[in-house]
């Protein structure tokens, strides 16, 4: 029941008359009619008693009416609150953050960010996400979307949003990967890591583990390719390049999932920890507060 529908039946309360509600709610008394049934639907109860001449409130519509001034009251006073809250901040912030992350961590954050700053405007850049925490030590940008660094800056705020798993993927099409790789899983053997070609990151947390993962079971891998971003690992494994390792959330939101097939390793990578990232000094910044709480919020919710 919104807010709508509770003005209307506290009119309708006040006037006992179905066209002049219509008229005050810019409806037609039909309209006016129906959204009271609606109304005696969801309370399940009859709310007014009303033939050809008169329109009265029942017992328990009087109980109504105290709960829709009371509710409405409370909507306005918590409207009010967040109205004062929001005056005055105005301004730009930048944010940074990877492509994926634009539509599956920053998506909704701006839909509510927007709707309570109008006044704030973002300025988006995208790039590897390994650039991230860089950029924001560098001064750069104001906010980055990144994964957590084993070791965060102590310059650095961190607010973790999501998990999301670090996925070893093959390529699904018939090739010589996929041919070598499936040999060993269908005979469910061990696999020759050091054989197969591996289609990495450049730089940042997901090689690190990876090359950490590598020591550990004394493999010299066979590096194919070097690439900039998650992204262009999911393709060029889904192309039959090599097999590569993604977290699961760039991979869901790839246009090339199902191009590729995940490979249950165990133990698994250690996960990425997924969220805000922004110096303390620039956190001091009322818009950029702003734009943190709100994300909080919002994933919170």
């Known amino acids: 029941m919104d807010t709508k529908d509770l003005q209307l039946f506290l009119n309708l309360s006040e006037t006992l008359h179905f066209g002049q509600t219509g008229e005050a709610m810019h409806l037609s ?4 009619s129906r959204t009271i049934r609606r109304m005696e639907d969801e309370v399940g109860q009859r709310l007014l008693e009303r033939d050809n001449r008169t329109v009265r409130l029942t017992e328990i519509g009087r ?7 009371q509710a409405l009251g409370q909507w306005q006073s918590f409207h009010q609150s967040v109205k004062r809250e929001t005056e005055g901040l105005k301004g730009e912030i930048s944010v940074f953050c990877s492509v994926t992350a634009t539509y599956s961590v920053l998506l909704g954050v701006l839909e509510s ?7 704030i405007e973002i300025k988006l850049r995208t790039g590897d996400q390994a650039d991230a925490i860089g950029h924001l030590l560098a001064g750069d940008d104001d906010i980055a979307i990144a994964a957590r660094p084993d070791k965060l800056s102590s310059r650095l705020q961190f607010q973790t ?24 899983l269908d005979a469910n053997s061990p696999i020759p890591w050091q054989a197969i070609p591996f289609i990495v990151s450049e730089r940042g947390l997901a090689r690190t583990r990876l090359d950490h993962w590598f020591r550990g079971r004394g493999i ?10 998650h992204e262009a690992i999911v393709s060029m494994v889904g192309l039959g390049f090599g097999v590569g390792v993604v977290p ?3 991979l869901a ?8 097939e995940v490979i ?21 910044n009322p818009l950029v507060k702003a734009f943190w709480d709100c994300a909080k919020a919002s994933y919170r919710n």
């Not at 939101?253 to 590729?260: Q, T, Y």
């Open 113 to 119: 960010f927007r709707l309570r700053y109008p006044d």
């Open 248 to 250: 699961e959330l760039v």
């Open 220 to 229: 010299k891998p066979d590096i194919y390719a070097q690439v900039s971003g």
């Open 29 to 32: 008394a039909s309209a006016v």
């Open 161 to 184: 949003l999501t998990h999301s798993p670090l996925q070893f993927i093959y390529p699904r099409m018939h090739c010589a990967v996929e041919s070598q790789l499936r040999r060993y």
């Open 264 to 284: 249950d390793v165990q133990p698994p990578l250690t996960p990425f920890a997924i969220g805000l990232a922004a110096s303390a000094q620039r956190l001091e």
């Open 63 to 69: 109980q109504f009416q105290g709960y829709a001034r």
């Open 253 to 260: 939101n790839s246009p090339l999932k199902d191009k590729v």
